[in-house]
């Protein structure tokens, strides 16, 4: 084959892989016009007035989070300044809804141990929560420890996606669901006003989940061991850190010159009490010796 040969032949699957692209985007045009738009419309009408209505009355809606992980009790935060944002009002192929969740003030707590820290900060990263950490390390300066200060705020964000190439609708749920990140697919039949009303409530901390879950009694059994153990865990690190810290600060305060002439002081104090007690012993026996002598004949 010539070297013009070999350029045609190229240049004929260059032009045929571009026909089948183009038929594939043109197909996925059209199952977005005839499936897709019409529930992605349904859902831009819906979610604008919702986020419309939420800013004018302005409920109170509050969250809670396992944030702090040496206390079972959640941390509650409140939910307020909504934000709806879309890329097409005629033809939306993504929707989105903002707010952000905020402490009334900041929430400091101390977590034991490095491996508890660095998957705390794990997780307040994947939140995406503000927050301070001031480790405390040990004395070859690897962390043991730190004490978390939590500030906030934290994003709440919520997008349907039109994708014609799945021929779906993703429904992303960033920081609901008590996790910081889930996404769901339905088929343009399953997006109904059903669907809409059921996100709305999850939004507004009315449902924990979008979808339900079976979830059996074995799993819940397993589940509550499992939790036991990891408390029980946390304790035990927290009581060897809290250890850890009181032995520090006695060792620093044994290392001042004031506290060692105080202890010198006292040592001393104690030696010379010893032998005043020996010496009235002493003296004591002696007189005992003297009042039951015989006299003499």
Same mark, same amino acid.
């Given at each position: 084959?010539? #070297?013009?040969?070999?350029?045609?032949?190229?240049?004929?699957?260059?032009? #045929?892989?571009?026909?089948?692209?183009?038929?594939?985007?043109?197909?996925?045009?059209?199952?977005?016009?005839?499936?897709?738009?019409?529930?992605?419309?349904? =859902?831009?009408?819906?979610? /604008? $007035?919702?986020?419309?209505?939420?800013?004018?009355?302005?409920? $109170?809606?509050?969250?809670?989070?396992?944030?702090?992980?040496?206390?079972?009790? /959640?941390? /509650?935060?409140?939910?307020?300044?909504?934000?709806?944002?879309?890329?097409?009002?005629?033809?939306?192929?993504?929707?989105?809804?903002?707010?952000?969740?905020?402490?009334?003030?900041?929430?400091?707590?101390?977590?034991?141990?490095?491996?508890?820290?660095?998957?705390?900060?794990?997780?307040?990263?994947?939140?995406?929560?503000?927050?301070?950490?001031?480790?405390?390390?040990?004395?070859?300066?690897?962390?043991?420890?730190?004490?978390?200060?939590?500030?906030?705020?934290?994003?709440?964000?919520?997008?349907?996606?039109?994708?014609? +190439?799945?021929?779906?609708?993703?429904?992303?749920?960033?920081?609901?669901?008590?996790? *910081?990140?889930?996404?769901?697919?339905?088929?343009?039949?399953?997006?109904?006003? =059903?669907?809409?009303?059921?996100?709305?409530?999850?939004?507004?901390?009315?449902?924990?989940?979008?979808?339900?879950?079976?979830?059996?009694?074995?799993?819940?059994?397993?589940?509550?061991?499992?939790?036991?153990?990891?408390?029980?865990?946390?304790?035990?690190?927290?009581?060897?850190?809290?250890?850890?810290?009181?032995?520090?600060?006695?060792?620093? #305060?044994?290392? $001042?010159?004031?506290?060692?002439?105080?202890? +010198?002081?006292?040592?001393?104090?104690?030696?010379?009490?010893?032998?005043?007690?020996?010496?009235?012993?002493?003296?004591?026996?002696?007189?005992?010796?003297?009042?039951?002598?015989? *006299?003499?004949?």
């Amino acid at each position: 084959m010539g #070297l013009l040969d070999d350029l045609q032949v190229r240049a004929d699957r260059i032009r #045929l892989d571009g026909q089948q692209r183009q038929r594939d985007y043109q197909r996925q045009q059209d199952y977005y016009e005839a499936e897709l738009k019409p529930v992605m419309l349904l =859902a831009y009408e819906y979610f /604008s $007035k919702l986020i419309e209505n939420l800013n004018l009355v302005k409920p $109170k809606i509050t969250a809670s989070y396992p944030l702090n992980p040496e206390n079972t009790a /959640s941390i /509650s935060l409140n939910q307020t300044d909504y934000e709806f944002i879309f890329d097409h009002g005629e033809k939306p192929h993504q929707l989105d809804i903002r707010c952000v969740c905020t402490l009334d003030r900041p929430v400091e707590f101390f977590v034991p141990s490095k491996t508890a820290v660095l998957n705390h900060s794990e997780l307040l990263d994947d939140y995406r929560f503000f927050y301070h950490r001031r480790d405390r390390r040990d004395q070859k300066h690897d962390v043991s420890g730190a004490t978390f200060t939590l500030e906030g705020p934290m994003p709440v964000h919520i997008r349907m996606e039109a994708n014609p +190439a799945d021929q779906c609708v993703y429904v992303h749920l960033r920081n609901l669901e008590h996790q *910081p990140y889930k996404r769901y697919k339905f088929p343009a039949e399953k997006v109904d006003p =059903a669907l809409l009303e059921r996100i709305a409530k999850v939004l507004i901390r009315e449902e924990s989940q979008l979808v339900e879950v079976e979830v059996s009694d074995d799993f819940r059994s397993d589940l509550r061991r499992r939790l036991e153990i990891e408390n029980r865990r946390k304790e035990e690190e927290l009581a060897r850190a809290y250890a850890e810290i009181e032995a520090e600060k006695q060792a620093a #305060l044994e290392a $001042k010159p004031s506290y060692r002439a105080k202890k +010198a002081l006292q040592g001393k104090s104690r030696e010379l009490d010893a032998k005043l007690r020996a010496r009235l012993s002493d003296l004591y026996v002696r007189l005992q010796k003297y009042k039951n002598r015989k *006299p003499p004949l």
